[in-house]
């Protein structure tokens, strides 16, 4: 039977691991290649990289990272942050990346998508949505979450599973860093809206967090990143409970 | 010694085979020469992508003519294994016709492509040698080969489906051994001892 993914996301700035709560304030929570390790040992499913750094330049240092974490795991992983081009994905899959999560230059350019898939293969592709409420609304964001854009987040949804993408990875902002559970009603809807696995990112504070996200948020996959990096959630404990509310997942 | 070759015809992610590899103890080469394939200890022809560019790549490298007649132990990945069968229903494309079964894709009553870890039973041969059955392997793929004679173990999504094939020298694994942990480690070794014995 095919398990539901646990996620931890390692948000990188000039090489190193920071946390942002609410996109914001970072901390600093390790070396990514430890982290990674210690992940790959300790019963994560997959690992994302993000790299929120600043510049093009510091940027560069992460093909480098891919090709260090490439080297050291034995589970997938998937890159994102500053993805703009064929080339960018190239790179970071030749240095050993599974996966790639595209965001800003996928709403920029959605034709990148079809170019992406048809180059690479839908089941690399990922397609990383931001995206809050505003007036009762979700409207996907840009710029880590920054600025706002007149697309809603389920019909972008639909027209990235169109455009060939593999895979959902859906950040609500309302609910990152609060530690107050994932965006489980607007999971499940998108569930109903694309045929494409989604991952839940945003909200992971305890344990039950997870298992309302897998059975009310019909999640494929959940992300969370603070929660592990602090050890206030360890893997192999979320397992445990997982399986014991009849949830499947790897052992 | 002999080399454990990858073939490299432009499909996907291969370095990270190599660095499983390097993890077990072995170096291998990445090629897309026919001297130094058929001149391997052991050959894994891996492949992430469409299968139609992918033989079409194959085609105009000559491999497609090569890899059929390897007399060493070869393992085809993922998209490589589909790639060894009859023919795939993803871009009407015929294969190599080592496994004689056809890929074809997920019903849309399934979400697809699947991507996760999924267990692997009725395991059978020397590929599955200190593996227990229900193991756990990372899988990535949006079409399958069906059940039939060469199955050498079997997974379920929705149906179940090969999850490997088996024929003389000639192995296929649905599932990315180098990315499922230390189950997907010990396949890779047997696959290695069947070649360079210790």
Known sequence: MLTK??????????????????????????????LAKFYS?????????????????????LSELVLRVAETINIPFTVGGGINSVADVERLLRNGADKVAINSAAIRNPQLINDLVAKFGTQCIVVAIDAKQIDGQWMVHL???????????????????????????????????????????ALAHLSTLVNIPIIASGGAGSIPHFVSTFTNGKADAALAASVFHFKEIEISTLKEELKKQGIPVRS | ????????????????????????????????????????????????????????????????????????????????????CTASEEGN?????????????????????????????????????????KEYMYTVHSYY??????????????????????????????????KSSSAGERLLHNFIKLALKP
Not at chain 1, 24 to 34: E, S, T
Not at chain 2, 93 to 103: A, P
Not at chain 2, 114 to 122: A, H, L, R, V, Y
Request: hydrophobic share 40%; with cysteine.
């Open chain 1, 5 to 34: 993914r646990i996620i931890p996301c390692l948000d990188i700035k000039n090489g190193r691991t920071v946390k942002g709560v609410n996109f914001i304030n970072l901390r600093d929570a390790g070396d990514p290649v430890d």
């Open chain 1, 41 to 61: 040992e300790n019963g994560a499913d997959e690992l994302v990289f993000l790299d929120i750094s600043a510049t093009e330049e510091k940027r560069r240092t």
């Open chain 1, 143 to 185: 710029v880590g979450g920054k600025v706002p854009t007149e697309l809603n987040l389920f019909n972008w949804a639909v027209e990235v599973a169109e455009r060939g993408a593999g895979e959902i990875l859906f950040t609500s902002m309302d609910h990152d860093g609060t530690k107050n559970g994932f965006a489980d009603a």
């Open chain 2, 1 to 84: 010694m002999k080399n454990i070759a990858i073939i490299d015809y432009g499909a996907g992610n291969i370095k990270s085979i190599q660095f499983a590899l390097q993890r077990l103890g072995y170096e291998a080469v990445l090629t897309q020469n026919a001297n130094e394939i058929q001149n391997a200890a052991c050959v894994i022809f891996p492949g992430v992508g469409e299968a139609s560019s992918a033989m079409t790549k194959l085609r105009s490298s000559g491999l497609d003519t090569v890899i059929p007649k390897l007399l060493q132990p070869v393992l085809g990945i993922c998209l490589g294994m589909q790639l060894m």
């Open chain 2, 93 to 133: 494309t015929k294969g190599l016709g080592i496994f004689d079964v056809e890929v074809t894709k997920f019903p849309i009553s399934v979400k697809v492509p699947q991507i996760g870890w999924n267990t692997i039973e009725n395991l059978k041969g020397p590929l599955f040698t200190n593996i227990s059955e």
């Open chain 2, 145 to 178: 080969a069906q059940l039939c004679a060469a199955t050498v173990a079997q997974t379920e999504y929705h149906l179940p489906y090969s999850a490997a094939l088996q024929k003389d020298n000639f192995f296929g694994v649905q599932f990315h051994p180098e």
